[in-house]
């Protein structure tokens, strides 16, 4: 079963070995990326692929509609773990236009389970539903509520223990926001970077120590 995806590996792990004659050994000893990508689990979005990095250069976290929850442990730890082991630098949260969740969180029907986690999407409509309501076409309506949602994840992020407690020990670390179009190819920069608590809202900052 699935001989072509074998087949498919053997060739990219050969051509890799060719083209970088050692790769697979220093990979295998550690890993050292300087960035962590939050991003949707779509298909079409490859994180190391669009940004042209190599393995081992991009940790990765995907989930439906690239959402940072507080109670999503596999999210958090992979945070705690990118930030307080790995050291990364840069936090990505790259969401995409036309995203399936965030169209499903915008309509009412009945998709079972993961209509509980599209619920969080849909409180972020609710929240900015004049400007959602501005946009007359559907398909814009869409895409502006993928990159509010982009927005809120990133505040979602540097709203966590994780990330506050690197900061306050002086560690290097940013957070950005980022959106990519599938139609095209190209990521387009939200212009949402932080890179330190004390521009945030006092309730969800950690006393100083």
């Known amino acids: 079963m699935l001989s072509d995806l074998l087949a498919n590996n053997k060739r990219w792990a050969d051509r890799m070995e060719t083209q970088h004659p050692g790769f697979f050994k220093e990979l295998a000893a550690q890993q050292k990326p300087e960035y962590l990508w939050i991003g949707c689990s779509d298909s079409r979005v490859p994180a190391n692929e669009i940004v042209g990095l190599m393995p081992g250069e991009l940790f990765v976290h995907r989930n439906i509609a690239n959402m940072v929850l507080h109670t999503d442990l596999n999210c958090i730890s992979v945070l705690h773990y990118a930030v307080e082991v ?30 509980n986690w599209l619920r969080h999407l849909k409180d972020i409509g609710f929240r900015e539903r004049d ?12 895409d502006r509520l993928c990159e509010l949602n982009v927005r809120y994840q990133v505040d979602n992020i540097c709203h966590t ?49």
């Open 86 to 115: 790995l050291q990364v630098k840069h936090i990505i949260v790259c969401g995409h236009y036309g995203c399936g969740g965030v169209r499903a969180a915008l309509g009412r029907q009945d998709l079972g389970l993961i209509d």
């Open 131 to 142: 400007l959602l309501s501005a946009e007359s076409d559907p398909d814009r309506r869409v």
């Open 161 to 209: 223990k994780v990330v506050q407690k690197a900061w306050q020990r002086g560690q290097q670390l940013a957070v950005h926001g980022w959106i990519y179009s599938i139609e095209d190819g190209v990521i387009k920069d939200l212009n949402v970077d932080i890179d330190s608590y004390r521009d945030l809202p006092e309730i969800y900052c950690l006393e100083e120590v």
